[in-house]
């Protein structure tokens, strides 16, 4: 009586000790996913910074002058603002930085050409008869072109649905260059805030920015020429200090840190002010860019990166003539991007644009003139929140991305699917053996034995005994 109680009781642990070790199982699997991969969890790749040229896209059956700038407009378009037949060389402007071949007139072709930015093809065109020395250009959210003339010294405020040929905003005074409050001297790009107030890069000559409200009055201005070309002062010894720029070539507005970011080409360093007072922010610069940087664009990824182009260099130490993607917050360089020629490199890149979704890229090139284009290799989910386009179509913005590793199947989760199957077959094996051996007591009456003794027994320990193994390693 005593050995069938002692029997029944051992059966029972038995039997709780299979369910626990089940139970426990199918816990590890629910449990050991959720907390060794979180598929919430935003993950950071260096596929985000990884693009490929597209040689075989090319823009329209015509041919192009001096591609100044590029841009995306509110339609997913490709811009293209050219110079055509004007070329800019050493008998284009006096000391004075007045233009000389005024009496040959404007560019008689159309100089700003909308193309699809999927085949390529001609969408539409305009622009023909109007500016002598195109250079930036910039399309806000609202498919306003913002477009700089450094011939006239002029920036101009273009609505396409109103008119092509009358501007809605002209500041400058026309072939005046001037460094007061109403002039400028060479511009080179806009950007432009949500609320209409823009920013002017005062560009070739007056090494400044200047800041306007919507309707084109002076809000503020800082800055100081250093470019040894066009300077009329000495620079005191040391590092060229903050604020003073050999010509700010391009700017880029970076909407979650409320900074603009000015391209100082001939000092190949990003510098960055706060937006609404014009302080210092910071700077950036590297090795590997060298020491002229002719376009920025800015992305809110990874805690901020810049989209860079550097130019030919004159220094001993020359770098190859590239695309760079420099992160903010470590100041390295992330990526890179060329074309697939000989030299993989550039010949002399002036502009770049970044589709909204981050998944295009276009630079474009004076000599040869010419646009390439590239593409990301790997497609991610766009960013919820979108940042100011300063120079196309929310151009600034490259969406973080989610790692693929995470939307597809684990092998962890796999290997402990099976644990989950073996303990639950087991769980259910162990609970018939115990019901068997508790209703069926007399069936072993043939005499006391250890428990476990015989081989069958001994396998379905070894088994559970696996089991715990394999829940352990998990």
Known sequence: MFTRWRSGILNIVLLLTCVIFGGRSEQQVQTGTAAGIDTN??????????????????????????????????????????????????????????????????????????????????????????????????????????????????????????????????????FQPGSDIHSFCKPTSVAVLSNGDFFVADGYCNGRIMKFSSDGNLILSWGKNSFVVTRTFMLPAGPVPENFFAIPHALTYATDKDILCVADREQGRVQCFNAQDGTFHS????????????????????????????????????????????????????????PTNAQRAFSNPHDLAVSFDGSQMYVAELSPAKVHKFKRKTLVQPEPQPTERSQSLRSETLPVSIDPVLSTESPYASTLMIVSIVGSLLTTSCLIFCVWRTICPSSHASGRRQRFSTPVENISLRNLNRSEELEGSA
């Open 41 to 174: 969890k935003t993950h950071l790749r260096n596929s985000d910074y990884d693009f490929e040229y597209a040689p075989d896209w090319s823009p329209i059956n015509r041919t192009l002058g001096s591609v100044s700038a590029v841009a995306f407009d509110s339609y997913g378009n490709i811009v293209i603002f050219h110079r055509g037949s004007h070329v800019w060389d050493a008998l284009s402007f006096d000391p004075q930085n007045r233009y000389l071949p005024v009496s040959s007139g404007p560019i008689a072709e159309s100089t700003l050409l909308i193309v699809s930015n999927q085949t390529g093809s001609l969408v539409s065109e305009w622009g023909a008869n109007y500016f002598y020395m195109p250079h930036g250009l910039t399309i806000d959210r609202n498919n306003s072109y913002w477009l700089t003339d450094v011939a006239m010294h002029q920036v101009f405020k273009f609505d396409p649905a109103i008119s092509t040929t009358e501007p809605l905003l002209t500041i400058g005074r026309r």
């Open 283 to 338: 700077m950036y610069s590297h090795p590997q860019i060298g020491s002229r940087i002719f376009s920025v664009k800015y992305a809110p990824l990874n805690g901020g990166v810049f989209y860079i182009i550097n130019g030919p260099q004159y220094t001993s130490d020359k770098q190859p003539v590239s695309g760079f993607i420099l992160s903010m917050t470590t100041n390295q360089i992330a990526g890179r991007f060329f």
